[in-house]
């Protein structure tokens, strides 16, 4: 079974602090995501990796940077969260290769920006 | 214009009916389609792939209308526990585009 685990599932920071959220995958899958999902909003992407030190940006990655150090982790970082940051955080896995692959979720980050 | 869409529902059915949703795309380059559920609190998991010729896994079957550009599913004899919120997801390249989902409630 694919397991994609997120380092906390509720945090709570203040406005400027710089916030790290981290996933980490146990498949070997090349492709990892971050998304954040808000009410209305649905699955929005900030960034992804095909690849160990590879990363793309997404459809909002203003306000974060990522990590991809090792091929099973994948670091999200806010380097100076606001409000506007608070959000579920929602971090994926797929097997190598585009297009047909399903992505496997972890369960989420409820961050709040104070 | 989202690049993907569904109606979010809520749509309120009694248990044993038929429930359909539609999901349009924008992107006709899109090669990929699938449908996720959701369940409350819960990470969205995959329910099932959408291939052209359409495909069925027990109660639930999927479609795709490339003309149009739409996926559909159907999920027939609904149970208490299809309960939940069902995403669209298109692939184009590496990238997913997630609908923002559709949410159902089955009543006894």
């Known amino acids: 079974d694919v397991k994609v685990t997120q380092s906390s599932r509720y945090l709570v920071k203040r406005t400027g602090e710089k916030v790290f959220l981290e996933c980490v995958q146990d498949m070997d899958h090349e492709n990892m995501f971050w998304y954040r999902q808000d009410p209305g909003l649905g699955l929005r992407l900030i960034y992804f990796s095909y690849d160990v030190k590879m990363k793309e940006k997404g459809d909002i990655p203003e306000g974060y940077s990522v990590s991809r150090e090792k091929k099973e982790r994948f670091s999200l970082i806010l380097e100076s969260a606001s409000t506007n940051q608070t959000s579920m955080y929602l971090c994926a896995s797929s097997p190598g290769g585009e297009n047909y692959n399903e992505q496997f979720f972890g369960p989420g980050t409820r961050l709040t920006v104070l | 214009r989202k690049e993907v869409e569904q109606d979010p529902g809520p749509f309120n059915v009694p248990e044993g009916a038929t429930v359909a949703f539609n999901c349009t795309y924008s992107n006709s380059a899109s090669q990929s389609f699938f449908w996720y559920r959701q369940d409350c609190r819960k990470e969205p998991k995959l329910l099932m792939s959408?291939?052209?010729s359409g495909n069925e896994d027990g109660r639930f079957t999927a479609q795709l209308n490339r003309a149009s550009q739409y996926i559909s599913l159907l999920i027939r004899d609904s149970k208490l526990s299809d309960s939940a919120t069902y995403l669209c997801?298109?692939?184009?390249?590496?990238?997913?585009?997630f609908g923002a989902g559709t949410r159902l409630f089955v009543k006894a």
């Open positions: 959408v291939y052209s």
């Open positions: 997801a298109v692939n184009s390249g590496f990238k997913t585009i």
